[in-house]
């Protein structure tokens, strides 16, 4: 299974969720995949949608968050894991797609690929709930069957990213549409 494997299936498991998705492959792949008005698209902050979708989180207390993030990106902002995990919203499920590599520079090895364990990682800043998927099929029950609560779930993937089109929305129109979309009754 590839990111864009994971992703298609995390989108036929959702229905209502605002989603805050990395930058660059992962958000060209998603818009390719299922474009809405509730998905956020990062462009050039690497390695804060855990802290976008946290903050989300915490002020949208009623809504269901869905983070999007990689494993070079949470890497780069491991602290984030420990802010969520005390605080626990209930509404937030932090996906880190982990291909161990940089997919959007040109697949250099991230850590991942060596010693380093994202879900120990995860477990040791305090999250309650960890789920590990490695095969495509076990994505949309694992999802489902989440309910309320502070979710870490790791996807572990291949390398590669689809050959997708550009998102073709200016930043300042994603922001609108998603603040508009977020603020929905
Ligand atoms: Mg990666």
Redesign the pocket.
Known sequence: MKRYDAIKKIMESLTVEIIICNLGAPSRELYNIEDRDENFYMLGSMGLVSSLSFGLAISKPNKKIICID???SILMNLGSLSTIANTNPQNLTLIVI??????STGDQK?YTNYKTKLDVIAKGAGFESIVVIKEAEEIMPKLKNLGVGCHFVLIKVDPGNAQVENIPLKPEDIRIRFMKAISRA
């Open positions: 990689g494993d070079g982990d291909n161990s590599s940089y997919g991230t």
